[in-house]
C-alpha cells in the first residue's frame, strides 16, 4: 500500500487536464534536477525489476488469490486510515473504518475477503501526510525518494509514520515480515499495470505529469475533492475547514 500511488485508469485522462491546470502555476519544485535523476533510475529499477516480476505474478497467480493479498494489505491500511480520520476530526468515517477493521479480520479470515464491503461500510482512505494538510501543513516543495517515489516535503514528513504502520507490528518473524513486504510491493505494483500504460501512452514528458498529477490529487484528498483555487504561491492560503466530529 505504500508503493508511490497512482491513480486508477479510469481518473487518468481527468487527471491529466488537472495536471495542465495545475502545470499553468508555478510548480514548487526547487529540486528539479535531482528529481529527475532519482525519477530516472527509479524508472529504470521499475523497468528492469518490479514490472517483469509484476506482470509474472498477475499471470501466474490467479486473480482471487491476487484479490486476498490484496484486502490483506488492505485491511492493515483501514487500520491507519482510521486512526487518521479520527486525528482528522472524522468521527464518523473513522467508526466505520474501525468497523470495517473487526469486520474484515473476524469474518474475512483475518482481511483476505472485503466482507464490509459488502456490507456497505465505504473505505476511508486517510494517511498522516493527508492528516498534517488538514491540520494546516502546506505542501511544501516537490520531492522523489528513491524507490518510494513521487512524495512532498509534508508527505514525507507523514511516511515514516505511513510506512511503520505495517504487518511488523503484530508479527514477530523477520523473515516472514520481510516476504510480505516484498509481496505487498510486487501485488501493489501489479495492481498498477494498467495505471502504467496509460500514463505512458499519454505523457509526453513523464516526469511532469506524474508531478503535476501527483501535487494536484495529494491537495483533492487533502480537501476531501473540493480544493480552493490555487494562490501564487501553489500552497493554501488557509488550512481546511473543520470537519465536525
Known sequence: QHWPAEPPPASL????????????????????????AIFGFNEALDTAVLKPVAKGYQAVVPELMRSGVTNFFGNFGDGWSAINNALQGKGEAAATMVARVATNTLFGIGGIFDVASDLGMERSTEDFGQTLGRWGMPGGPYIVWPLLGPSTARDTLGRPLDLAWSHALVINDAGVNLSLSALNLID??????????????????????????????????????????????????????????
Open 13 to 36: 485522462l481527468a487527471l491529466a487536464c488537472v495536471a495542465v491546470a495545475a502545470h499553468a502555476q508555478s510548480a514548487n519544485d526547487p529540486f528539479e534536477k535531482t528529481n529527475r
Open 188 to 245: 501493489t505494483r501489479a495492481s498498477l499495470l494498467s495505471a502504467s500504460r496509460v500514463v505512458d501512452g499519454i505523457a509526453l514528458d513523464k516526469y511532469t505529469f506524474i508531478r503535476d498529477a501527483y501535487i494536484a490529487r495529494r491537495r483533492n484528498l487533502v480537501y476531501d475533492g473540493n480544493p480552493p483555487e490555487l494562490p501564487d504561491d501553489d500552497e493554501p492560503a488557509s488550512p481546511p475547514p473543520a470537519v465536525p466530529k
